[in-house]
């Protein structure tokens, strides 16, 4: 796990696009695993200045979101697929049948969780996830005690990610009570993870994803595992951690 300690949210972003875009370019037919929320959203500003500035092309990339609340139609503006066109897939030169997004409409969903793992494994795997991480630790919408070895699934969200994501809703009532989600078991399949995390609010999560014991309490303690994971976290999201006891921290 390398983990960079960076001062600010817009350090973090430009860190995180740098590695999005590096493994665009060594790969232009990359896979990508996606994430919704206020975190990569600096991130996105940043790759879309990179295809309007650099040429940074995704004209062969094919990407993978790891969630969607269940029951929004598409053109609702709080639905993940909505996010996703507003914030990176409308201003850059990606095919869109090459954008796979779960369908949150869908009737029937367990057809649509394999549909999507099908989908995955067509392309090849994802070669790079882009995670954020929930306060009560949650990567995707895998909430704290579901099984490590989920695939993609319909979730019922916690009320702590309900209350959390009302603040873009008009009010709490509005806001899904499920997803479907990637699993823990689809996420740890990526090739690399790039988990991002800034601010106070996001302290404790952190170090018990980074430094705690690896249990379905914390869905993010899982990432200890896997082989190819880099952490962007500003000062103050990494304000709880033993920072000496991290030998790969790097400061930028
Ligand atoms: C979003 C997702 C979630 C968020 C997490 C943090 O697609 O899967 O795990 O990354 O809830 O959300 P923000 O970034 O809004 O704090």
Redesign the pocket.
């Known amino acids: 796990m390398r983990i960079y300690l960076v001062d600010d949210y817009e350090k973090m972003s430009k860190k995180a696009a740098t590695i999005v875009a590096s493994q665009m370019r060594i790969k232009p037919d990359s896979v990508l695993g996606l994430?919704?929320?206020?975190?990569?959203e600096g991130m996105y500003k940043e790759l879309v200045k990179m295809h309007k500035k650099e040429d940074l092309d995704f004209s062969e990339i094919k990407t993978f979101?790891?969630?969607e609340y269940y029951g929004l139609p598409k053109d609702n503006r709080e639905s993940?697929y909505f996010y996703m066109m507003n914030n990176l897939f409308n201003h850059i030169n990606i095919k869109k049948g090459n954008i796979n997004i779960p369908n949150g409409m869908e009737e029937d969903i367990k057809a649509e969780c394999i549909r999507y793992e099908e989908e995955i494994e067509k392309a090849g795997g994802i070669d790079l996830q882009v995670?954020?991480?929930?306060r009560n630790g949650?990567?995707?919408?895998n909430e704290p005690n579901l099984k490590f070895e989920a695939l993609t699934h319909l979730v019922k969200l916690d009320e702590d990610?309900i209350t959390?994501n009302s603040r873009f809703f008009d009010s709490l009532d509005e806001v899904p009570t499920k997803a479907i989600?990637m699993g823990i078991k689809t996420i740890m399949h990526s090739r690399k993870i790039l988990l991002l995390a800034n601010g106070k609010e996001k302290a404790l999560a952190i170090k018990k994803a980074l430094e705690g014991p690896i249990k379905p309490e914390v869905p993010a303690s899982i990432l200890q595992l896997h082989i190819d994971v880099t952490v962007i976290i500003d000062k103050e999201a990494s304000k709880e951690l033993n920072l000496e006891d991290h030998p790969k921290l790097k400061w930028s």
């Open positions: 994430a919704t929320g206020s975190t990569p979101n790891l969630d993940y995670l954020g991480i929930g949650h990567i995707g919408f990610t959390a989600s």
